[in-house]
């Protein structure tokens, strides 16, 4: 059995996924007790899946508590106390003008109390509509996330794209990446596994070797791409190999063959 052709067919994505029929599971579990290689295959295809649903996870905000308005609405104003000398008064203007003062007194507190707690509410609406609005920031973010997720298990699962598993060269053997390529569609994808942290000044560029020249797939920045994968450049038909180097941000016309990362061919 060629090894690398029935890796290439898609089969232990869907055997990963639970999608083939019995007799089909049965087949490949046979095949990967006897290929040391198709075991270590599964297990990158299992761990490269779960990485991909874990990116939907989003650690939740802290909610604003309900008890906000029933807190306000059972704070106590603080007593206050006006003592005022008990004296007998005969006339009338005096206890008149006595009740004047403890009238306006009692309506100076009750206008701070209430005002207090107008503002005690404001800063809470305030903080309870900042909270909404970060709560749907999120839930754009996440939906944007689920997006790219699905659109990336598409391509692993679809036939229609071929797999190029790229392997580190001697100036980094412990790379790795592969490519998804239809050639029909010309579209390019590219999944990252092991690839280092680039300076800013850096960027990793995907070439296409076609009829023995280079053809630029595209620019990123490695490791902080989220292990989704990355929408590279359309290219052209007979496509023989797929490399990537690092070259200066923006990418170069012309590869710097000095800093090949990982190359694999078709």
Known sequence: MNVHEYISSGILEAYALGELAEQERTAVEKNLALYPELRQELLRIEKTQEKLLRMAALQPRSAVKDQLFIKISQQKPEEKEVQLDTVKVTSFWRFAAAASITLALISSYLAYNYYSKWKDTQHALTDL??????????????????????????????????????????????????????????????????????????????????????????????????????????????????????????????????????????
């Open 129 to 266: 509509t900042e909270q909404n609005q970060r709560i749907a920031q999120d839930y754009n973010q996440v939906n944007e996330r689920l997006g790219k997720i699905e659109k990336s298990v598409e391509v692993i699962n679809n036939p229609a794209f071929k797999r190029v598993i790229m392997k580190g060269t001697p100036h980094a053997p412990e790379a790795s990446a592969t490519v998804y390529w239809n050639e029909a569609t010309k579209e390019v994808y590219l999944s990252i596994q092991n690839m280092k942290t680039l300076a800013l000044a850096n960027q990793y560029q995907l070439w296409a070797i076609i009829d023995g020249k280079p053809v630029d797939a595209g620019v990123f920045d490695g490791t902080d791409e989220s292990g989704l994968l990355l929408h590279m450049k359309e290219i052209g038909s007979g496509a023989a190999m797929f490399a990537i180097t690092i070259e200066p941000r923006g990418g170069k016309p012309a590869p710097t063959l000095e800093t090949m990362q990982v190359a694999g061919p078709v």
